[in-house]
């Protein structure tokens, strides 16, 4: 929660200007001042007293955890070091330090920001304008990721152990408006002496210090938000019509869009990116395999054992006389911090999140008209495709340093695809987790790595004019609903659904946390599940009255 108060003022001049006769410009210029003004998060007589506690006992390490604090008292058995407190945390050996936060906060945060535009247009000939645009616009950050503050006393521990790991120190996070910078150019045409015209418009925007959402915590799908880096979204628009829908006769409109919408993770305060914490998952997974038994620990961010190389790794064949069914399965590729990846609303990390795309490279409309006195038609085709689904750490497994051995024999056994040596886990026992690779695809996949079914729908519209101030107007919504394409995977079946995400509701895929013989339902089987069926036909009636 917070009680942050934006307030916004804003200035803005334009001048036209007309050189020539069939030349227009427009040039103008905004300035906006967006201000936050913050909050005490001082709290009552204990929240001093946990802010000290946290930083007597808490440790970090960007390549262990995903970065994330850990209290160093905690016993080994359980994950943690095992020190006393108050013990300084380089002792744990390089990388490690002391997780400092404060309860500081300023009296307001405030950004102002300069935005030149301009527009022009030359009418080439009577059938004939070009058009373009070119201009800088700013979105403020949402008031409620500015500061943090808990109804509870111990906000030195909901601060620490989210934001911690991502740079922020403190209740109070200063995020910049996120600024695009957009150009357009349109050809606008109509066909000589005819009602029929096209408008063509490629465009491009390039967005910096764009405001990210994630995920802060899981079972209750709160989000956050950051400024996480630049998208880059580039395409073109293309709208072709044909006659007069309000008068006698067919009238036609056909309209088709492209977009390639990508993002790139920019760093963050303390160096790391949103996808930093997938990789330190995915090096630990890494620390289970024999490519790790002998690499040297390595603080690069693009090693795949991380600083669990050698001595740190748990590449050992059995644990403990359990056999490890990682070690001999190959090692993953990291994810590249410096990559392109399809724009999501919610970053892709985190165990069973939301993990589909907004951008949908294709999308194209087609209407029809037929009018006839007081009466008219209107069939409506709509075709999408292009989005992207899929995300690294959707899939679950055993951590084999906390199982109990089961009495049978790996032959056999479905959970070890890559053989092993010494007693199969008995899954009932494991007391802990790690992220491992989708078991069906064998990878840590990429965000978008599969792509979603096209879609296809037919919808219509029958009208009557009652009177000149009445229309009666019947909607058919649905009538023809197909989907089809996409990535064929073992989630998607033989027939297609319409859309595919993560199983909804928080639900982890049973990964290899089963024991042979066990009856595993569908809803847990697979990484991904339908999340978007056809919808049922529906029928409308509306009357509309001007008064």
Same mark, same amino acid.
């Given at each position: 929660?917070? &009680? ?24 103008? @210029? ?33 390549? @262990? ?65 070009? /058009?373009? *645009? #070119? ?15 808990? =109804?509870?006393?111990? =906000? ?39 009602? $029929? ?7 491009? /925007? ?19 938000? @950051? ?44 160096? *790391? ?13 890494? $620390? ?22 050698? $001595? ?9 006389? +359990? ?7 190959? #090692?993953?590729? =990291? =994810? ?10 919610? @970053? ?43 995300? !690294? ?14 009495? #049978?024999? +790996? #032959?056999?056994?479905?959970?070890? &695809? ?13 007391? *802990? ?20 079914? *096209? ?47 993560? +199983? ?22 697979? !990484? ?20």
């Amino acid at each position: 929660m917070n &009680k942050v108060t934006p307030k916004f003022t804003a200035f803005s001049i334009q001048d036209q200007w007309r050189p020539a006769n069939r030349v227009h410009v427009d040039v103008g @210029v905004r300035l906006d001042n967006f201000t936050y003004d913050l909050s005490s998060t001082s709290g009552g007589p204990m929240t001093q007293f946990w802010f000290n506690e946290w930083n007597l006992v808490m440790c970090a390490n960007s390549g @262990v955890n995903g970065g994330v604090p850990v209290d160093e008292t905690t016993p080994t058995s359980f994950g943690g070091p095992g020190l006393p407190p108050g013990t300084p945390c380089g002792l744990l050996g390089p990388g490690w330090h002391n997780a400092t936060i404060s309860n500081s906060t300023p009296a307001s945060f405030s950004h102002t920001v300069f935005q030149p535009r301009l527009g022009a247009t030359y009418e080439a000939d009577a059938d004939d304008v070009l /058009r373009l *645009s #070119a201009g800088s616009y700013a979105q403020p950050a949402p008031a409620q990721y500015e500061e943090y503050n808990t =109804l509870q006393q111990n =906000l030195a521990n909901y601060i620490g152990g989210l934001y911690y790991s991502l740079g922020y120190t403190t209740p109070a996070h200063d995020l910049n408006p996120s600024i695009s910078y957009n150009y357009d150019f349109s050809w606008e045409h109509r066909f000589h002496r005819t009602d $029929s015209s096209f408008k063509l418009t490629p465009f491009y /925007r390039n967005t910096t210090d764009k405001v990210q959402q994630f995920f802060i915590d899981p079972s209750t799908g709160t989000v956050s938000g @950051v400024n996480a880096g630049k998208q880059t979204a580039y395409g073109a628009e293309f709208l072709l019509a044909s006659g007069n829908q309000n008068k006698d006769g067919f009238s036609a409109l056909f309209s088709y869009t492209y977009t390639y919408s990508r993002i790139q993770y920019g760093m963050l305060p303390n160096g *790391s990116t949103l996808l930093s914490g997938v990789n330190s998952s995915i090096q630990l997974y890494n $620390s289970f395999t024999s490519a790790c038994k002998t690499a040297a620990p390595s603080t690069n961010p693009t090693s795949l054992c991380g600083v669990y190389g050698a $001595s740190n790794a748990f590449a050992t064949e059995p644990l403990s006389g +359990i056999a490890n069914p990682y070690y001999n399965a190959p #090692a993953q590729r =990291l =994810l590249d911090p410096n990559g392109s990846y399809p724009s999501y609303d919610v @970053v892709p990390t985190g165990t069973q999140l939301s993990s589909a795309s907004y951008g949908v490279p294709n999308n194209a409309t087609f209407a029809v008209t037929y009018k006839h006195q007081k009466w008219s038609v209107t069939p409506l085709f709509t075709f999408i495709s292009g989005s992207r689904y899929g995300a !690294p750490q959707q899939q679950v497994g055993v951590d084999p340093r906390t199982c109990a051995p089961l009495a #049978a024999s +790996i #032959a056999g056994d479905p959970r070890y &695809k890559y053989g092993g040596t010494g007693l199969p886990y008995d899954a009932t026992t494991c007391a *802990s987790t790690i992220v491992i690779p989708d078991q069906f695809s064998g990878q840590f996949d990429v965000p978008g790595a599969f792509l979603e079914p *096209s879609y296809f729908n037919v919808n219509a519209q029958l009208s009557y004019d009652v009177t000149s101030r009445a229309t009666a107007r019947l909607s058919f919504a649905n009538i023809i609903q197909s989907c089809f394409g996409g990535s064929t995977e073992p989630w998607t079946g033989g027939r297609p659904q319409c859309g595919y995400d993560v +199983i909804q509701g928080h639900v982890p895929p049973v990964g290899n946390i089963y024991n042979p013989g066990d009856t595993i339902q569908r809803l847990v089987q697979y !990484p991904y599940g339908n999340i978007l069926t056809a919808t049922p036909f529906n029928m409308y009636l509306t009357l509309d009255f001007k008064l």
